[in-house]
């Protein structure tokens, strides 16, 4: 309340200025106090990752599963009651988006 009443803004700027010090005290604390070459190597992957598969996940539209069940479904143990495949036909449905 305090920060939105001050003239110009400055209140809110103090306040965004307050909270990006402390995300980065937060920030910087869990990168030196745990094990950090851990958390550099996982974020190179992690970077790796999205870039070696951003087009094909991007572009995944389950249309396989939908025309029939998936290949191997039985062999894998992964084939439902009703003999569908290894999914709900209906589970793309349920999302609107994907955060790939």
């Given amino acids: 309340v305090v920060s939105t009443q001050s003239t110009g803004g400055v209140g809110t700027r103090r306040l965004?200025?307050?909270c990006f010090?402390?995300?980065?005290?937060?920030?910087?604390?869990v990168f030196f106090l745990e094990d950090t070459w851990y958390l550099l190597n996982l974020y190179c992957q992690s970077i790796g990752f999205y870039i070696q598969w951003i087009l094909q996940l991007g572009f995944h539209c389950?249309?396989?599963e939908l025309s029939t069940k998936s290949f191997g479904a039985a062999d894998r143990g992964?084939?439902?009651?009703?003999?569908?495949?290894?999914?709900p036909m209906n589970w793309m449905d349920g999302w609107t988006i994907f955060y790939w």
């Fill in 21 to 29: 010090a402390l995300g980065m005290v937060i920030m910087l604390l």
């Fill in 16 to 18: 965004s200025e307050i």
């Fill in 62 to 64: 389950d249309a396989f």
């Fill in 78 to 87: 992964r084939e439902y009651k009703d003999g569908e495949g290894d999914g």
